[in-house]
């Protein structure tokens, strides 16, 4: 049972990483996700996170197989 | 109503020729079309800029795009949107993306195309890696649609 | 900068096509386009439109579309226009009138684009006269493109 | 000597007649043009003038050789 955590543009780049899975048998909340993985990292203050592709706030649950997501604010469109 | 993330290169006059040749349902029904077009420029903040990469989160952004068009069509009277983005690599005076929007009345043609338009901006899963003359970098700054 | 008055049919995406493929010197400078066609509907008012007659002051019309895209180029920081009105008799489903505006930024775009559509409707010389299933009458009233 | 008077759309109809010259040797004001062309009309209050096709207020004199229009409000563009 896991959780996939996925990284997006910048963010992926610094963590050097874009996808991998946390092995959990309970819920967890975002942030423990993130500490578990990357514990020597600070998540940037502008980090944007979504669970199974709808934006979520930080304080929200992910539950076992959960796509969660992290990024950085979007850039999309014209300048 | 549809939404399209492609690679290939975007023509967005054929692309309407296209799709409104095809929306035979709303003949003689709307009175206004607003559409936008984004375009590669080949400068940003005072740099060349020789070419672009836009990442996005494939799944989550088509999401993303039909929950901000359905928000849209309850805050205006339209009848129908296109929307075409493009993802991967691109080159200056490419269009990166476009927004068409049918009504019966202008006033909602406008507003809903600029609404689509700053939505996506500041939801969409898109992200912009500018290749510049020497190295390349992230767009940080998402310009404000309502500055001159 | 380009007005057309015309009688033919007006394709918008062919005009679009081949005006952008001529601007050259613009190529990789604009970021944003808006564009607004509008369209003859078949209904007006609660009643079936068949046809319209599009009457304007030849020569004024002109003068008067270059005024206001003079005032808006004043106004906006816009690069190019392009502005096409037909005239004579129209047919439900066909465009009336396309306005194109390039900006470097997209709030000028839009605000360009809109600008000029309702300083259009209340000073450019053009009279639509509707044909309905009996009889026919002169459209009078002017709708605000500020409403939903 | 002249003045080359024009009327368009609905009050074209109205009048019959959509242009026509009236003699003069002196410049007028609009509405004597009005007044000597169609004594037997009142101009609609929303009459619009336009002299050498540029908008002007119903104050304004005409001078010899001018054209002079008067229309309804205009109704182009899409509804």
Chains 1, 4 share one sequence.
């Not at chain 1, 990292?41 to 076992?64: R, S, W």
């Not at chain 2, 494939?58 to 901000?68: C, W």
């Not at chain 2, 490419?94 to 406008?110: E, K, S, Y």
Request: overall charge negative; aromatic content about 8%; some cysteine.
């Amino acid at each position: 049972m896991s959780i996939t955590v996925r990284y997006f543009a910048s963010l992926s780049e610094v963590l050097n990483k874009s996808e991998e899975k946390l092995e959990t048998t309970t819920a967890l909340d975002i942030k423990e996700v993130w500490n578990q993985l990357n514990p020597d990292k600070i998540m940037p203050n502008n980090t944007l996170v979504a669970i199974n592709m709808a934006y979520v706030e930080m304080g929200q649950t992910v539950q076992i197989d959960d796509e969660l997501a992290f990024f950085p604010p979007v850039t999309g469109g014209a300048l | 109503m549809k939404i399209k993330i492609i690679e290939a290169e975007l023509n967005p006059w054929q692309e309407m020729e296209h799709y409104q040749a095809n929306m035979t349902t709303l003949s003689g029904k709307f009175g206004a079309t607003n559409i936008f077009v984004g375009t590669m420029r080949d400068f940003n903040e005072g740099d060349v800029v020789t070419s672009m990469t836009l990442e996005h989160y494939s799944g989550m952004t088509e999401k993303q795009l039909a929950k901000i068009i359905e928000k849209t069509e309850q805050q205006y009277a339209i009848l129908d949107v296109l929307l075409i983005h493009r993802v991967g690599l691109l080159l200056p005076n490419q269009p990166i993306v476009l927004i068409a929007v049918w009504a019966v009345h202008r006033g909602d043609a406008f507003d809903a195309c600029r609404n689509i338009m700053e939505a996506l901006k500041s939801s969409a899963p898109f992200w912009k890696k500018e290749n510049l003359i020497e190295g390349s970098r992230w767009v940080t700054k998402n310009t404000q649609g309502y500055q001159t």
